[in-house]
């Protein structure tokens, strides 16, 4: 079993809470997570919502595996549609909040309605109730999470919270757990604000059990954990170095998105990188890095806990801000780095703090500051726009205001908090946002790795790596190593990533542990907790059924083939330096096989055959 | 021989599998609610720290019971709850100077660290041998050696 068969339904609207009984035929379909929040959705709601109206629903979805003692078994994610991209949104986070969901007694919670004042859900095992938030509203999560654990006097509440970007329409806000874990892409965190949704705060002490086959669940597990801790990225590349240790790597294969995506390698990467924050600083000889942490159930650990330099321009007056906290992920440390050109470690994880405190995505702030720091070296942008600030690559003081603008939505940061899309249209240069439907991209520049401008493309969710890192074949040859500036084989590859990802994301499992494990590691672990015969062919299955439900989702949304493209950056300026010197994404040679392969038309809508195979035909209940 | 929980708070990471070991262990269920080890995330900090009874030789806990339901295992050395003799009484966990003998109140019972029969799920479970089962009477005896490694001169 593994699944609690139970679902939490509140309706803010009304203000209510009740319980029913999971959808067990569509568990059999979409697992979990990812996959069984997006049926729901899908079927609960109209494509077409405008995002931030009442009619959207947010589903916070736990995996069948999330709370049991599988590698990584922790994880959640957060459904809906999203106000950034009009797609489908689905962001997935570490951190304890998904067990304590699960140990609730809970598969999933499905928000719906609008709360006509702020509240939060208090959730304590099967006991739901919704409780007022006024005075949480205008707090960062930090604060709201104190307060929470004050007002409950239980220091084991788990919280989810949305910061006060959210909550000012930053269309980026995620939502955060565990004071620096996030569900943190395509804006689910202003959905959540939207509803008049401060927190969701969880005690369960119910626990996890019914697994199918016990035995069989502890050998899979133990034998597949021996797996990770024995593999040199999960083993020891990521517990060291964190996710950090891809920053040399991916600057030196001339993928390295640099201003705004002009150049492809960061000259300033070494002073931003894993191994910049091991180095003991001068004022009190401490490294960036004081520990590795891990999520609940992870034996990798990749998670960084860090202090700024007490002596750095910007907390030496807020003491706030001294205390250890989550510190830089790759993604964030490109985006906030390498993209703005701003080299400056404490910057950068002063930045990040302020990301984690008020729940924004590192990412897509990065790259919409990179873009507005393009559009005032061009003009476009002024100080008189800015509030007096010169927003000039390499700034880090440009960034760190940029941050707290955002993070409170103050004067210039409420142009920023539209992000890249809509702030260069705004500024009347929509060429220069580095965008796809209208999110920002992440950290591996597609012209260095063809793959990944196919993976960007197609992405459901906008431009991302966590839809299919085919980074880890192209670059650090996992499973099998391709060449990154080939388009060949690439929309296999590109849909054989897609699949396998939708499956794992809707395990409960972190998809990090596929640098170590395939589905034949994965299954095992899946199919000892449930029943329903879960071989690796038929998780794959599943993630393709999930991948077409996404799709079909966005196609009733109105997104069409024409969204499934690259910025002009990528396709006409060649790479100026570095292995890619030369090179643009050749997107044109990988899409119209990739829509073959798939099973859809050359329009990129999946064939009556296509969705007939995957069973996408049914109706809801 | 009996052997030792010892606990590095410095390789731990806090992902809980001591937690749900432990709980599976003893109640059937991943937990970490019902965890005898439990550990501490102390944030601003940075650190991480697994935390559990000692197992102590006159322990307050065994001494305090009025009705004599805990008790030494002769094999482990483990203080032990027999459960059918436990009234819920919970003097033991005020007794306790260390906080690591709890209440459960869906048995109505304490619960407290066993040492799982001599096999503890928690030390197997750790992935950073942040928990291991030594030695008890060389609980230091890795601590002794790093700092024995720095009296040897250098060559």
């Given at each position: 079993?593994?699944?609690?068969?139970?679902?939490?339904?509140?309706?803010?609207?009304?203000?209510?809470?009740?319980?029913?009984p999971?959808?067990?035929?569509w568990?059999?379909?979409y697992?979990?997570?990812?996959?069984?929040?997006?049926?729901?959705?899908?079927?609960?709601?109209?494509?077409?919502?405008?995002a931030?109206?009442?009619?959207?629903?947010?589903?916070?979805a736990?995996?069948?595996?999330?709370?049991?003692m599988?590698?990584?078994?922790?994880?959640?994610?957060?459904?809906t549609?999203?106000?950034?991209?009009?797609?489908?949104?689905?962001?997935?986070?570490?951190g304890?909040?998904?067990?304590?969901?699960?140990?609730?007694?809970f598969?999933?919670?499905?928000?719906?309605?609008?709360?006509?004042?702020?509240?939060?859900?208090?959730?304590?095992?099967?006991?739901?109730?919704?409780?007022?938030?006024?005075?949480?509203?205008?707090?960062?999560?930090?604060?709201?999470?104190?307060i929470?654990?004050?007002?409950?006097?239980?220091?084991?509440?788990?919280?989810?919270?949305?910061?006060r970007?959210?909550?000012?329409?930053?269309?980026?806000?995620?939502?955060?757990?565990?004071?620096?874990?996030?569900?943190?892409?395509?804006?689910?965190?202003?959905?959540?604000?939207?509803?008049?949704?401060?927190?969701?705060?969880?005690?369960?002490?119910?626990?996890?059990?019914?697994?199918r086959?016990?035995?069989?669940?502890?050998?899979?597990?133990?034998?597949?954990?021996?797996?990770?801790?024995?593999?040199?990225?999960?083993?020891?590349?990521?517990?060291?170095?964190?996710?950090q240790?891809?920053?040399?790597?991916?600057?030196?294969?001339?993928?390295?998105?640099?201003?705004?995506?002009?150049e492809?390698q960061?000259?300033?990467?070494?002073?931003?990188?894993?191994?910049?924050?091991?180095?003991?600083?001068?004022?009190?000889?401490?490294?960036n890095?004081?520990?590795?942490?891990a999520?609940f159930?992870?034996?990798?650990?990749?998670?960084?806990?860090s202090?700024?330099?007490?002596k750095?321009?910007?907390?030496?007056?807020?003491?706030?801000?001294?205390?250890?906290?989550?510190?830089?992920?790759?993604?964030?440390?490109?985006?906030?780095?390498?993209?703005?050109?701003?080299?400056?470690?404490?910057?950068?994880t002063?930045?990040?703090?302020?990301?984690n405190?008020?729940?924004?995505?590192?990412?897509?702030f990065?790259?919409?500051?990179?873009?507005?720091?393009?559009?005032?070296?061009?003009?476009?942008?002024?100080?008189?726009?800015?509030?007096?600030?010169?927003?000039?690559?390499?700034?880090?003081?440009?960034?760190?205001?940029?941050?707290?603008?955002?993070?409170?939505?103050?004067g210039?940061?409420?142009?920023?908090?539209?992000?890249?899309?809509?702030?260069?249209?705004?500024?009347?240069?929509?060429?220069?946002?580095?965008?796809?439907?209208?999110?920002?991209?992440?950290?591996y520049?597609?012209?260095?790795?063809q793959g990944?401008?196919?993976?960007?493309?197609?992405?459901?969710?906008?431009?991302?790596?966590?839809?299919?890192?085919?980074?880890?074949?192209?670059?650090?040859?996992?499973?099998?190593?391709?060449?990154?500036?080939?388009?060949d084989?690439?929309?296999?590859?590109?849909?054989?990533?897609?699949?396998?990802?939708?499956a794992?994301?809707?395990?409960?499992?972190?998809?990090f542990?596929?640098?170590?494990?395939?589905?034949?590691?994965?299954?095992?672990?899946?199919?000892?907790?449930?029943?329903?015969g879960?071989?690796?062919?038929?998780?794959?299955?599943?993630g393709?059924?999930?991948?077409n439900?996404?799709?079909?989702?966005?196609?009733?949304?109105?997104?069409?083939?024409?969204?499934?493209?690259?910025?002009?950056?990528?396709?006409?300026?060649?790479?100026?330096?570095?292995?890619?010197?030369?090179?643009?994404?050749?997107?044109h040679?990988?899409?119209?096989?990739?829509?073959?392969?798939?099973g859809?038309?050359?329009?990129?809508?999946?064939?009556?055959?296509?969705?007939?195979?995957?069973?996408?035909?049914?109706q809801?209940? | 021989?009996?052997?030792?929980?010892?606990?590095?708070?410095?390789?731990?990471?806090?992902?809980?599998?001591?937690?749900?070991?432990?709980?599976?262990?003893?109640?059937?269920?991943?937990?970490?609610?019902?965890s005898?080890?439990?550990?501490?995330?102390?944030?601003?900090?940075?650190?991480?720290?697994?935390?559990?009874?000692?197992?102590c030789?006159?322990?307050?806990?065994m001494?305090?019971?009025?009705?004599?339901?805990?008790?030494?295992?002769?094999?482990?050395?483990?203080?032990e709850?027999i459960?059918?003799?436990c009234?819920?009484?919970?003097?033991?966990?005020?007794?306790?100077?260390?906080?690591?003998?709890?209440?459960?109140?869906?048995?109505?019972k304490?619960?407290?660290?066993?040492?799982?029969?001599?096999?503890?799920?928690?030390?197997t479970?750790?992935?950073t041998?942040?928990?291991?089962?030594?030695?008890?009477?060389?609980t230091?005896l890795?601590?002794?050696?790093?700092?024995?490694?720095?009296?040897?001169?250098?060559?």
């Amino acid at each position: 079993m593994a699944w609690t068969r139970k679902i939490l339904r509140v309706n803010l609207t009304a203000g209510t809470c009740t319980e029913e009984p999971l959808n067990m035929e569509w568990a059999h379909k979409y697992l979990g997570q990812r996959g069984l929040a997006t049926k729901y959705l899908v079927e609960e709601i109209d494509a077409k919502v405008d995002a931030l109206a009442p009619g959207n629903k947010l589903i916070m979805a736990t995996g069948p595996l999330t709370g049991t003692m599988a590698a990584t078994g922790g994880r959640y994610s957060v459904i809906t549609k999203s106000p950034l991209t009009g797609a489908i949104a689905c962001s997935n986070s570490g951190g304890f909040i998904g067990n304590e969901i699960k140990n609730a007694g809970f598969d999933m919670i499905i928000f719906e309605g609008k709360s006509p004042k702020p509240v939060y859900l208090y959730l304590e095992n099967e006991k739901a109730e919704l409780l007022p938030a006024d005075e949480l509203w205008g707090k960062s999560v930090w604060e709201a999470d104190h307060i929470l654990h004050n007002r409950h006097q239980d220091p084991l509440l788990r919280i989810a919270c949305v910061g006060r970007s959210a909550e000012q329409g930053c269309l980026y806000a995620g939502v955060v757990n565990d004071l620096h874990r996030a569900a943190g892409r395509s804006g689910v965190g202003t959905v959540m604000a939207s509803k008049n949704l401060k927190a969701v705060a969880v005690r369960g002490t119910r626990g996890v059990g019914n697994v199918r086959d016990i035995k069989a669940f502890m050998q899979a597990t133990q034998a597949a954990k021996a797996a990770l801790a024995g593999n040199p990225v999960t083993g020891e590349g990521l517990p060291k170095m964190g996710t950090q240790v891809l920053m040399n790597v991916i600057n030196e294969v001339g993928a390295m998105p640099t201003r705004n995506m002009r150049e492809v390698q960061f000259e300033g990467a070494n002073r931003i990188s894993a191994e910049a924050m091991h180095i003991p600083r001068e004022s009190d000889g401490k490294p960036n890095l004081t520990t590795n942490g891990a999520c609940f159930g992870c034996t990798i650990a990749c998670g960084r806990i860090s202090t700024i330099d007490p002596k750095h321009y910007t907390i030496a007056d807020k003491p706030q801000y001294k205390a250890a906290s989550g510190g830089l992920e790759y993604e964030a440390a490109w985006a906030l780095g390498s993209d703005t050109g701003v080299d400056d470690l404490d910057a950068l994880t002063y930045a990040n703090f302020l990301c984690n405190e008020d729940g924004f995505d590192p990412i897509s702030f990065g790259a919409t500051v990179a873009a507005a720091m393009e559009l005032f070296e061009i003009g476009a942008i002024t100080t008189e726009h800015t509030g007096g600030l010169e927003m000039r690559f390499g700034s880090a003081e440009a960034l760190t205001r940029a941050a707290e603008m955002v993070a409170k939505g103050e004067g210039f940061g409420r142009d920023l908090a539209l992000g890249s899309k809509r702030l260069c249209e705004k500024y009347g240069h929509p060429d220069l946002s580095m965008t796809v439907k209208g999110q920002e991209f992440p950290a591996y520049d597609p012209r260095g790795i063809q793959g990944m401008g196919l993976t960007y493309a197609t992405s459901n969710r906008g431009a991302c790596h966590l839809r299919s890192y085919t980074v880890s074949s192209e670059i650090l040859g996992v499973p099998v190593k391709t060449d990154p500036l080939s388009t060949d084989g690439k929309p296999e590859l590109v849909k054989a990533f897609q699949d396998a990802t939708a499956a794992v994301d809707s395990s409960g499992l972190c998809v990090f542990t596929t640098f170590a494990w395939t589905l034949e590691d994965i299954a095992p672990q899946v199919d000892a907790a449930c029943e329903g015969g879960w071989s690796p062919e038929k998780m794959l299955e599943a993630g393709e059924r999930i991948w077409n439900l996404e799709r079909k989702f966005n196609l009733d949304a109105g997104l069409t083939a024409k969204d499934d493209t690259l910025p002009k950056r990528l396709l006409k300026d060649a790479a100026k330096t570095g292995p890619a010197k030369g090179k643009v994404n050749e997107l044109h040679k990988m899409l119209p096989h990739y829509y073959e392969i798939r099973g859809w038309t050359p329009e990129g809508v999946p064939t009556a055959e296509t969705l007939n195979r995957l069973e996408l035909y049914e109706q809801g209940p | 021989m009996h052997k030792a929980l010892q606990l590095e708070p410095e390789k731990c990471t806090g992902c809980l599998q001591c937690e749900m070991a432990c709980s599976y262990e003893n109640e059937q269920a991943f937990n970490p609610s019902k965890s005898r080890i439990k550990v501490f995330n102390f944030h601003d900090e940075g650190r991480f720290a697994p935390y559990t009874c000692s197992q102590c030789s006159e322990a307050w806990c065994m001494h305090a019971c009025p009705v004599e339901a805990i008790v030494i295992n002769q094999k482990t050395g483990a203080k032990e709850v027999i459960e059918d003799v436990c009234v819920g009484c919970k003097v033991c966990t005020i007794a306790c100077p260390f906080g690591t003998v709890n209440y459960n109140s869906d048995s109505g019972k304490v619960i407290k660290c066993d040492l799982c029969g001599g096999d503890p799920a928690c030390a197997t479970a750790c992935p950073t041998g942040a928990i291991t089962y030594v030695d008890a009477d060389h609980t230091g005896l890795a601590r002794m050696k790093a700092h024995a490694s720095q009296t040897i001169p250098k060559a």
